[in-house]
């Protein structure tokens, strides 16, 4: 059985999934979904449209997330999107950020359900492909379920073709950006219902999963997990993905295959002017879990980045030295 690439996915994360980040990871899985940063629909439209929005063709399947409130101008920001080849538009309506809301986007959004219907609508009939929500389950001290139920089953007559829900709170006063992603109580629970309330919707959990154990089970009863965190932190957790997701039989690659695989797209990084840092920090976690091996690799990483010379053929051989047997035995 084929499974669609939301069954597991990447969440967009701000200064961590750009298109270095991007390509990295689909050297360790062919299939899952992965999505850009939120960028802003003024960035799009007024900003270095190459940018924003440029990619590698290594990077699909690829969603873009956009953050904006104004429907006219996201419809356009979709038009654009898709004539570049995304494979889906997706909606930010969970970042709490000060900065964010102040733009009248992000988690504020929850709260005018009916400006986020709209948007959903101006862009469905821009676009072919599917467009999408991510969002919280309820705002400050309202009620989870009934702000959950009311905002989803709004934005759903709209056509919105898939709900990523984000199984915690956004608290707009009080918590900084940082501790709205680990204060607010997991409300998994509350994800299974909503999508026992509405089989019919296609219904994505993220929020709190750190390991393929944890998120896996979540796929008996919904339409797809989204890890976060855990995917840019520890990033060999989704070596599995693949095998254990997608059915597909090929091995789960070592570190060492998934750096050498990206090495070559590091020297053309390079070459077109890009900065090493730049490329390779999104590397820092790979050897993380595996004893002796963490700590030179980030060594490694960082001599490289302040070292002009320094062949990327050099991350290949050290790679190849901390996944050997002996390393780990060391």
């Not at 900065?99 to 959004?109: D, M, P, Y």
């Not at 005018?112 to 959903?120: C, G, I, K, Q």
């Not at 070559?264 to 879990?289: D, K, N």
């Amino acid at each position: 059985m084929t499974h669609p690439a939301h069954r597991l996915s990447v969440a967009p994360m701000m200064a961590w999934t750009d298109r270095h980040c991007r390509v990295f990871l689909r050297g360790i899985t062919r299939h899952a979904l992965l999505y850009t940063e939120m960028i802003p629909v003024n960035a799009v439209l007024r900003g270095d449209r190459a940018r924003w929005l440029g990619f590698d063709a290594l990077e699909h399947p690829l969603a873009l997330q956009l953050g904006g409130s104004d429907p006219a101008a996201l419809a356009e920001c979709a038009r654009i999107a898709a004539d570049l080849g995304y494979a889906e538009i997706n909606l930010n309506v969970g970042c709490p950020s000060p900065k964010v809301q102040s733009g009248s986007f992000g988690a504020c959004l929850m709260a005018e359900p009916e400006l986020v219907a709209r948007s959903v609508a101006a862009m469905k009939a821009a676009v072919s492909v599917p467009v999408t929500v991510k969002h919280r389950i309820g705002l400050d001290d309202a009620e989870e379920w009934p702000a959950l139920t009311g905002f989803v089953r709004i934005v759903a007559e709209a056509g919105c073709d898939r709900f990523i829900v984000h199984a915690r709170k956004a608290w707009l006063k009080g918590l900084s950006a940082q501790q709205n992603r680990s204060v607010p109580p997991l409300r998994h629970e509350l994800v299974h219902r909503l999508k026992a309330e509405y089989p019919a919707l296609e219904i994505v959990i993220n929020g709190g999963l750190r390991t393929l154990d944890a998120a896996l089970p979540h796929l008996g009863g919904l339409d797809g997990v989204m890890l976060g965190r855990a995917a840019y932190e520890t990033p060999y957790v989704l070596a599995e993905v693949d095998r254990r997701v997608f059915g597909d039989v090929r091995p789960c690659p070592s570190r060492a295959e998934i750096v050498a695989a990206f090495v070559p797209y590091v020297a053309r990084s390079l070459a077109e002017g890009g900065r090493r840092i730049a490329v390779t920090r999104h590397m820092q976690g790979l050897f993380t879990g595996r004893p002796g091996a963490a700590k030179a690799w980030r060594q490694t990483l960082n001599a490289f980045a302040q070292t002009p010379g320094m062949k990327p053929d050099a991350l290949t051989d050290a790679a190849m030295r901390l996944d050997a047997p002996a390393a780990l035995a060391a």
